[in-house]
C-alpha cells in the first residue's frame, strides 16, 4: 500500500514564505501525476498546482508568480514552495498523486497566514 505524508505547514506572517514537502511510501509501482490541493475553512476543495513526470506543471491563478510546484522523481517526492503569503492561502494542504491508476491523498498540513 502506497501513502503519502505531507510535512511542513506551520504559521506564518502575511509576505513570508514556506516549503511544502509530501513523500510517498510502500510498494511503488509508477506515480504520475502529482499535486497539491487546498481546503480553506468552509470551503470547498480547490487545486493549488500539479506537476506531471515530465515535469509540466500548472497553477491556479491566484498563486501564479508565488508558489512553485517541484518533484524529484528518484525519493517521489514533491514539494511546494509557497512565497509572498497571504491570508487568504490560509487552508489545510493535501498532497495528491496518481500511482498505478489509482488516486492516493495525504493526510493533510495546516498552512495559517496571519500576523
Known amino acids: 500500500q502506497v501513502q503519502l505524508v505531507e510535512s511542513g505547514g506551520g504559521l506564518v506572517q502575511p509576505g513570508g514564505s514556506l516549503r511544502l514537502s509530501c513523500a510517498a511510501s510502500?510498494?511503488?509501482?509508477?506515480?504520475?501525476?502529482m499535486a497539491w490541493y487546498r481546503q480553506p475553512p468552509g470551503k470547498q476543495r480547490e487545486l493549488v498546482a500539479d506537476i506531471t513526470s515530465g515535469g509540466y506543471t500548472h497553477y491556479r491563478d491566484s498563486v501564479k508568480g508565488r508558489f512553485a510546484i517541484s518533484r524529484d522523481n528518484a525519493k517521489n517526492t514533491v514539494y511546494l514552495q509557497m512565497n509572498t503569503l497571504k491570508p487568504e492561502d490560509t487552508a489545510v494542504y493535501f498532497c495528491?498523486?496518481?500511482?498505478?491508476?489509482?488516486?492516493?491523498w495525504g493526510q493533510g498540513t495546516q498552512v495559517t497566514v496571519s500576523s
Open positions: 495528491y498523486a496518481i500511482h498505478a491508476g489509482i488516486i492516493i
Open positions: 510502500g510498494r511503488i509501482l509508477s506515480i504520475n501525476e
